[in-house]
């Protein structure tokens, strides 16, 4: 086995100690100019770790057409958890004498445009992990879209997953339930702004703090499910 290879084995292992449910490793050369990072920062990284922990089904299930205030906590403990993740992993491979950089799971630094420091998603799509939805969440084939991310870019060695070919295929289970109607046959249609503005909705109306839905999560349980 070679070395990239016995490294990413390794991290594996080390995310599954730590609950992680999906674990990837992506080539992010190409997309690290679209990274919000110092642009010197962002070329000592040629790897992005992708790492996701699943949803809990009850709490999924208590949502009907809008978020429920059970669903926003655990939206944010799912962020913490991913963001202690991210950070024990960072600290595993400083000792081990790489560099890692843990992005935040959840943080809005250009709130005109709605972007983190980089898209966990796209992320997670080269890492193998899913497909790009007509949600626009990232759908993975075991788990649907009821998953939250992270990401840890390095400069370890580690040999990088590959993409999926997967796509919702003949699935149209979101299009029906978001309230939005934000959700349309093709990816590329789909209605950012008809989306956020019911995202401000649900806020404004005090039912959640920040910016979450889950409906199209509910909608979206994985293949085998649906
Ligand atoms: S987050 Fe809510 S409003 Fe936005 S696409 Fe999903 S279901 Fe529709
Ligand atoms: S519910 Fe179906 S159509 Fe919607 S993102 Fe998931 S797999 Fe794709």
Redo the contacts with the bound molecule.
Sequence with gaps: MSREKENSEKLKRFSQDLGASLFGIADVTRIRKEFYLDKGLASKFDRGISMGKRLIVPVIDEIKDRPTQLYFHHYRQLNFFLDRAALLLSSHIQELGHQALPIPASQVIDWEKHRGHLCHRTVGALAGLGWR???N?L?SPEL??RFRLVTVLTDMPLAADMPLED???K?????KPCPAQA?KEQREDFDYRACYDKLQEFKRSGIVGQHVCGV?VK??PG?SK?
């Design positions: 939805g007509r949600s969440l759908v649907g879209a796509d919702c295929g699935c149209r289970a979101c299009l959700i199209c909608a979206c293949f649906i």
